[in-house]
């Protein structure tokens, strides 16, 4: 199965009309302060720190197999990705806890 985005996953919600409380991609884009990258030297691993509104720190991370196949862009968008993965299963147990009470 190919990988969808955001993007696409809402598309398909909003086409199919599911309307419960739920997070949304601007919900976790709005959440995001600060972003920086780092890129450990000599090595193809990067790493994403997002700063959330509130100042808690989510790390995502990346690495080429092999230093030919290394592309900045590539690899930080795949560390960006990973990072904010995580804010959706915060933001989801956060709404959860809502939902519960």
């Not at 696409?8 to 600060?34: M, V």
């Not at 100042?55 to 080429?64: L, M, N, T």
């Amino acid at each position: 199965m190919d990988a969808v985005s955001e993007k696409e996953i809402e598309a398909q919600i909003q086409d199919k009309g599911l309307n419960a409380p739920r997070i949304t991609p601007d919900d976790i884009s709005n959440k995001i302060r600060d972003i920086y990258f780092h890129i450990i030297p000599n090595t193809t691993v990067t790493v994403c720190a997002l700063t959330l509104q509130n100042g808690y720190v989510v790390i995502g991370k990346s690495a080429a197999a092999s230093k030919e196949n290394f592309d900045k862009e590539i690899v930080r968008n795949i560390a960006y990705d990973d990072a904010r993965n995580q804010i959706w299963a915060l933001e989801g147990y956060l709404l959860r806890e809502r939902l519960a009470k």
